[in-house]
């Protein structure tokens, strides 16, 4: 099992992280699936869509969409952190079936730890900046 916690501010993340990125490993399979995967540690950011759905950066064009369910999950669009959990590897893939991992984080309010299913992951094609 393997987990990796992303903090916002988010550009300062980006940055930071962005040259790390560039060595990760660029495989787009997980080791034994043959499917479309991407391994936690690759992470590089990550935005709230809506309330059950988070947005993944998982490389400098590898873009995810997962989608989440459990009690209180709809606060993750307040969350200023959350921590990804992927099973019974490292690598989370589109198409796996239900229980391939969870992110956690703490509600803004409570400060209690939420825990939430990874119910679909889909791929995402990665939104271009607007010219201005």
């Known amino acids: 099992m393997r987990m990796l916690t992303l903090a916002i501010p988010m550009p300062m993340l980006v940055l930071v992280l962005a040259g790390c990125a560039a060595q990760a490993p660029q495989t787009a399979r997980g080791p034994t699936s043959g499917g479309d995967c991407f391994?936690?540690?690759?992470?590089?950011?990550?935005?709230?869509?809506?309330?059950?759905?988070?947005?993944?950066?998982?490389?400098?064009?590898?873009?995810?969409?997962?989608?989440?369910?459990?009690?209180?999950?709809?606060?993750?669009?307040?969350?200023?952190?959350?921590?990804?959990?992927?099973?019974?590897?490292?690598?989370?893939?589109?198409?796996?079936?239900?229980?391939?991992?969870?992110?956690?984080?703490?509600?803004?309010?409570?400060?209690?730890?939420?825990s939430c299913y990874i119910d679909a992951v889909r791929r995402t094609a990665k939104a271009e900046p607007e010219a201005g």
């Open 39 to 114: 391994n936690v540690s690759m992470v590089t950011g990550y935005s709230s869509v809506d309330r059950d759905t988070v947005r993944l950066d998982a490389g400098p064009s590898r873009t995810y969409e997962i989608d989440i369910s459990g009690p209180m999950c709809d606060q993750v669009d307040w969350t200023q952190r959350i921590a990804l959990e992927s099973r019974p590897g490292s690598w989370i893939c589109v198409g796996d079936k239900v229980g391939q991992g969870e992110i956690h984080f703490r509600d803004p309010a409570t400060r209690r730890r939420v």
